[in-house]
């Protein structure tokens, strides 16, 4: 079936008839349309799959929706012509693009479903691709909601739904959109989501109370699914209780989730679940002590605690709401546990400390993207950003992610390599290029760092009272001596 709905899309592509500008507005409308129209039921959808509030399942059906308008807005059908009439005037179209073709989407429906699911079928489409779908057959209610509107609101030759994954032949012709997949090096027809661990650090120098905000609502946030919630948060030893405590208290209104009768929300029940599955995971660890600091009845707050005198594996990634704190004596304590936990790259880091603290940081901790003193809330929403491409923390899927370079040039190149025949060009052109670059002269200055910074302490505070003692010494010594001989 995978086969037949994919050589139905090549089709389609092939005639170009998804390039039109008029046509991708018309399609990008229409599902704008029939989405907007059914806000309730796709908020209804939300909240009995997730483990999302009413205001978080509108934010994350307003954000979806805002996506397809942004795209519809973009597309300039008389930008459009003139860059496709270009060459007929003489004039270079060096920025020229084309669609992939078919773009296949297979969608993380754990997290943010109905975004994960919108975005990037709205940027593939605004792009002028044709898209395969790939939606399960599954009890939940968005995933049948949303083969029923999609189907509905896009033309079936440019868009149609799968429920298995295409062989490996079918797919080396698409782009593929792999939202749930590891892949360890994807290649360069595969938007593959980021999938690696997510870890904070909080330093003493830090503001204590902003972090705790940030790390809180970052983890406990839309059930705590998100691919950029914080797996870990290692705090300075000096300031770990004075940072739990602010945790704390930004973490009630996440813990208790209650309906106004007094019993537990309808949300709840699945919160608690994971944050009960994700404790005993941790409490069977051979390398981590695990001390429950609170439980609510939607998340946890833990301490962890290596078990070893060596460096161990961090707990896995989490998409639980449970907040797992570890204590470190200093930065270096901190870059050690995380470079020595495996050879890839995290997600995100947030570190949060003086400006020069959180500079070292992000030099010596491997990330996909670091945030400083900030966690953005729009980070929370939608999969991960695809792997090699610039973090896009208000879209993780933007139409030229969907296009193909394909440039027309006119005007010829001013080199005379390849055409020039004579030999007194080439020798010409070899003297130049054999010159000695010319090193400009550097600026003399001493780079003060970590170990330098620790001397000139210790001169300071040994030094400088040293020097004052010698120096008073010779004048008092000086001074009696010559009272002396000249009493003589």
């Not at 898209?131 to 057959?137: I, T």
């Not at 909601?145 to 149609?160: C, E, G, I, Y």
């Not at 809330?377 to 899927?397: C, H, T």
Request: hydrophobic fraction near 40%; proline fraction near 6%; charge should be neutral.
């Amino acid at each position: 079936m995978a086969a037949i709905v994919l050589a139905n899309l090549h089709a389609t592509a092939l005639t170009s008839r998804s390039h039109n500008p008029f046509f991708r507005r018309e399609q990008l409308k229409s599902l704008h349309d029939t989405l907007r129209r059914e806000i309730n039921s796709i908020r209804k959808a939300l909240q009995q799959d997730q483990n999302v509030t009413d205001a978080e399942a509108s934010i994350e059906v307003a954000t979806a929706l805002r996506h397809l308008t942004e795209h519809y807005s973009q597309i300039n059908p008389k930008a459009e012509l003139e860059s496709e009439y270009r060459t007929t005037k003489g004039r270079d179209a060096a920025e020229r693009t084309e669609p992939w073709g078919v773009v296949y989407i297979e969608p993380n429906l754990g997290h943010t479903p109905f975004l994960s699911v919108i975005e990037p079928l709205g940027a593939a489409m605004a792009a002028g691709n044709c898209v395969a779908l790939k939606l399960e057959n599954t009890p939940r209610a968005l995933p049948s909601l949303l083969r029923s509107l999609l189907l509905k609101a896009l033309q079936p030759d440019v868009f149609h739904i799968v429920v298995t994954s295409p062989s490996e032949e079918a797919a080396s012709n698409l782009l593929l959109v792999l939202q749930d997949t590891r892949v360890e090096r994807p290649k360069y027809a595969q938007l593959v989501s980021s999938c690696g661990k997510v870890i904070a650090v909080v330093d003493r120098t830090a503001d204590l109370s902003a972090a705790a905000e940030a790390v809180v609502a970052a983890r406990f946030s839309f059930g705590g699914t998100s691919p950029y919630a914080p797996d870990m948060i290692f705090v300075n030893e000096f300031v770990k209780e004075d940072f739990v405590e602010q945790v704390l208290r930004h973490a009630i209104r996440y813990l208790a989730t209650t309906a106004p009768n007094g019993t537990l929300s309808s949300t709840s029940q699945p919160k608690k679940r994971n944050a009960r599955d994700a404790l005993a995971t941790l409490a069977e660890s051979k390398d981590w002590y695990t001390n429950i600091i609170t439980q609510g009845s939607t998340g946890a707050i833990v301490e962890l605690s290596n078990r070893h005198t060596t460096h161990v594996p961090l707990p896995p990634k989490s998409s639980a709401p449970v907040l797992a704190i570890s204590a470190i004596s200093s930065l270096d304590h901190a870059i050690d546990l995380i470079t020595n936990d495996s050879n890839d790259r995290l997600s995100a880091a947030y570190h949060f400390a003086a400006p020069a603290h959180t500079k070292y940081l992000s030099q010596f901790i491997r990330s996909e993207v670091t945030f400083l003193n900030h966690i953005p809330s729009s980070l929370l929403l939608g999969p991960g950003a695809p792997l090699s491409y610039k973090v896009d923390i208000e879209n993780r899927y933007r139409r030229e992610h969907f296009l193909i370079a394909s440039p027309v040039l006119v005007k010829p190149s001013g080199t005379k390599i390849l055409v020039e025949t004579t030999g007194k060009y080439a020798e010409k052109l070899l003297e130049d290029a054999a010159k000695e670059i010319k090193e400009p002269k550097r600026a003399e200055w001493i780079a003060i760092g970590f170990f330098e910074q620790g001397i000139l302490i210790g001169l300071g505070v040994y030094g400088i009272p040293l020097l004052t003692c010698v120096g008073a010494s010779l004048f008092f010594g000086i001074r009696a001596g010559l009272r002396r001989f000249a009493v003589i």
